[in-house]
């Protein structure tokens, strides 16, 4: 039972490119969140799911897409990949009240 | 106004004292109130959750709400070293909404 699992671990890219941060859960969950986390932050929201098919919107979702084809993954698109984006980035889901959240993805953008 | 708002310190407390780690929030619609624990560069866990007005107990940590001040507390007994980390405090209305709110958290360090 891997829980979530995020790749990759760690990425550096150009400003201007595009790139999707995969997230995988294998434990049936039908809500997941995707947050960014600055350093010396909290998370902030960027968008959150509660099905498949069913996306919404959270508190940054600007230059960020994202798609929900199945129940297990939930991957997020960069677009046009700005400094503005460097943070580590969180996929989690949830059952019940607690949260379940991947190893996160560090990416830079320069 | 910050929908979940935390003192970021950091608190420090010798080991073996009592840490109180506070946060308010702003939507009175929240129903479901957390803390996690987040180590320096790890994801966060979550240590206690809590619905109902009142203090719930875990161990050596109680978390405390007062629904009417909109405030929301985490009481570590006993504190450890391994207890040094940052604290998220995060809110969620219960039903169809399902949107977890975190606040910035507050880091706090237990002295040997």
């Known amino acids: 039972n891997a829980g979530v699992t995020q790749t990759p671990k760690f990425r550096i890219l150009k400003i201007g490119q595009s790139m999707t941060l995969q997230c995988t859960q294998d434990m049936n969950h039908n809500y997941m969140y995707w947050y960014r986390q600055d350093p010396g932050m909290g998370l902030k929201l960027i968008y959150y799911s509660v099905g498949a098919g069913i996306t919404d919107k959270g508190e940054v979702p600007n230059g960020y897409n994202v798609s929900r084809s199945t129940t297990e993954d939930f991957p997020l698109r960069l677009e046009l990949a700005a400094p503005s984006q460097t943070s580590v980035y969180f996929c989690a889901s949830r059952l019940d009240e607690k949260l379940f959240f991947g190893s996160g993805t560090q990416l830079s953008v320069l | 106004q910050k929908e979940v708002e935390q003192n970021s310190g950091p608190l420090s407390v010798p080991e073996g004292a009592i840490a109180s780690l506070n946060c308010t929030y702003s939507d009175r619609g929240s129903q479901s109130f957390f803390w996690y624990r987040q180590y320096s560069g790890k994801s966060p866990e979550l240590i206690m959750f809590i619905y109902s007005n009142g203090d719930k107990e875990d161990g050596r940590f109680t978390a405390q709400l007062n629904k009417a001040s909109q405030y929301v507390s985490l009481l570590i007994r006993d504190s450890q070293p391994s207890d040094s980390a940052t604290y998220l405090c995060?809110?969620?209305?219960?039903?169809?909404?399902?949107?977890?709110?975190f606040g910035t958290g507050t880091k706090l360090q237990v002295i040997p």
């Open positions: 995060a809110v969620s209305r219960s039903g169809g909404y399902q949107k977890v709110t």
